[in-house]
């Protein structure tokens, strides 16, 4: 067996892989996040819009924050947002620089 990382979804789980057959073994630790991760994705939230100034705000679950906070260790609270297609908005928790480094 040989270790090796393995990318689901963006998520990177320590594996051990055969390379004769193939087979591949998950890191409990990690299978047990990434099964974490799985049941939130598959919930779905309606949260209220509410006029802020002269901005929209959308309350993001708890659950989730906690989640990422847990498996990024450090996030901060920049945020890259995106107008990604009609009717949808993507945000993004790892793609802006943090400026105080
Ligand atoms: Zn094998």
Redesign the pocket.
């Known amino acids: 067996m040989e270790k090796a990382k393995i990318s689901k979804n963006g998520f990177l789980l320590r594996a051990m892989i055969?390379p004769?057959?193939?087979?591949k073994i998950i890191h409990p630790t990690d299978e047990q996040e990434y099964n974490k991760f799985i049941n939130l994705r598959n919930k779905n939230f309606v949260v209220k819009m509410r006029l802020v100034g002269n901005s929209y705000a959308v309350s993001i679950p708890k659950e989730i924050v906690s989640f990422m906070r847990e498996q990024e260790k450090i996030m901060n609270d920049m945020v890259r947002l995106c107008f990604e297609e009609a009717g949808k908005l993507s945000l993004n928790f790892m793609g802006v620089k943090n400026d105080k480094r």
């Open positions: 055969c004769k057959c193939n087979e």
